[in-house]
């Protein structure tokens, strides 16, 4: 990048309190310088910038390469009169005359948001002086763009000549920020930069640092590979974790392979199926519920799981788990083979107790219903 001393001018007339940019035009005008400023000084530590205004005709900030001086300078603008275009131009091209080095080109950038009420011959003079001066100069030109774009314009392709392209103009109609459509105008890239379009490093030329540009290229791609390996690792993570909640088949599992808690799991998917054993799930339920010791209630309902496995293995479910709940010798040897189980504690005697008058229970109703069948006469013994 080459070597460049650079007046910026702010227009700072009344004007700027118009809220068609957000917030304000200054405010929207002194982001968008605050962005020039750091981008001149990061292409080059040698290049330097001014400040001054177009109003009232200060000079903010001398040529300078601190960046915070200028900044300091730029938040003191208040809005003040009307614009002085010519004027201001003028006094910018003197402060150039005072750049420490000689070797740097000179660089006058105008924000323009108020109507230019100036002659067009004495544009097209100072124009023609400025070209032969070497003097580049850049219009940024919003707010007022209906009065103002064919003169800026104009302004420009006088100063450039017919081969030049060292100056430029950017107008910005209401709505896009100030400082996003500066970024992709050529005032930023520059004559020897590409157009920053985003998809590279802000501010950074690779031909001037290329160590920093291949470490942050670095870094980027690093950081894209480690989210690309964590969105592929959130797939795997619930696949494995989805099994966990798999419940196994009732009927086809070993219930003395399965730990506690798949136990109690079995126990309620056969509970939430809708089992037709009544008592299997009158258990589950009484144990749950159940006030004392969690961990108790919860081996009791492993007991009765294991109970209903054992005896399914035989001619019927139904039948046979009647059988082994009204026993009260098999639930108790089930129970002592249990570890960490007291069959003796009040918990475990309560829910025993349930478990067997449900089971008399049944057994009663269904006898009451086998008996009610046989003393009904049939229509054949009638006739």
């Known amino acids: 990048m080459v070597l460049e001393s650079t007046v910026i001018c702010v227009d700072n007339s009344e004007f700027m309190r118009n809220g068609d940019f957000v917030p304000t035009r200054l405010l929207a005008q002194q982001d968008a310088v605050n962005m020039l400023c750091t981008s001149k000084t990061r292409s080059n530590p040698e290049n330097t ?24 300078s730029l938040h003191q603008i208040e809005p003040h009169g009307e614009i002085q275009f010519l004027t201001g131009l003028k006094i910018a091209h003197l402060a150039l005359k005072h750049r420490q080095s ?27 002086k400025l070209k032969k001066e070497k003097v580049s100069v850049d219009i940024v030109n919003f707010g007022e763009t209906d009065d103002n774009t064919e003169k800026l314009t104009a302004f420009i392709d006088t100063l450039n000549g017919k081969d030049g392209t060292g100056s430029h103009i950017v107008t910005i109609s209401m709505g896009p920020n100030i400082s996003d459509a500066l970024m992709k105008s050529p005032i930023l890239a520059g004559e020897d930069m590409p157009l920053n379009t985003g998809g590279s ?13 291949l470490a942050l290229r670095v870094s980027l791609e690093e950081q894209r590979q480690r989210q690309e390996e964590e969105n592929k690792g959130r797939p795997e993570t619930v696949e494995e974790d989805t099994p966990m909640m798999n419940v196994p088949d009732p009927n086809t599992v070993d219930i003395s392979q399965l730990s506690e808690e798949e136990q109690i799991a079995l126990a ?26 969690t961990q108790t209630s919860s081996v009791v309902t492993s007991a009765t799981t294991q109970a209903t496995a054992a005896t399914s293995s035989g001619a019927t479910v139904t039948t046979d788990l009647d059988d082994v709940m009204a026993d009260p010798e098999f639930l108790k040897q089930v129970l002592t083979d249990l570890p960490g189980v007291d069959p003796t504690s009040e918990a475990v005697k309560s829910v025993m107790g349930n478990i067997q008058k449900g089971s008399k229970n049944k057994k009663d109703d269904d006898d009451g219903e086998g008996e009610s069948a046989a003393k009904k006469p049939r229509k054949d013994d009638t006739n």
Do not use: W, Y
């Not at 080109?105 to 948001?113: M, Q, S």
């Open 49 to 72: 910038v001014a400040l001054m205004t177009l109003s009232n005709l200060k000079v903010l900030s001398t040529l300078t390469t601190e960046v915070a001086k200028v900044m300091s």
């Open 102 to 128: 000689k070797n740097h080109k000179t660089r006058i950038v105008l924000f323009i948001g108020s109507p230019v009420d100036d002659d067009d011959r004495d544009l097209t003079r100072l124009a023609k």
């Open 201 to 213: 490093f802000d501010f950074i030329d690779p031909n001037t640092d290329p160590e920093l540009a």
């Open 268 to 293: 309620m998917q056969m509970s939430l199926a809708g089992c037709k054993d009544d008592d299997v799930v009158k258990t589950t339920a009484e144990a749950t519920s159940t006030p004392p010791p």
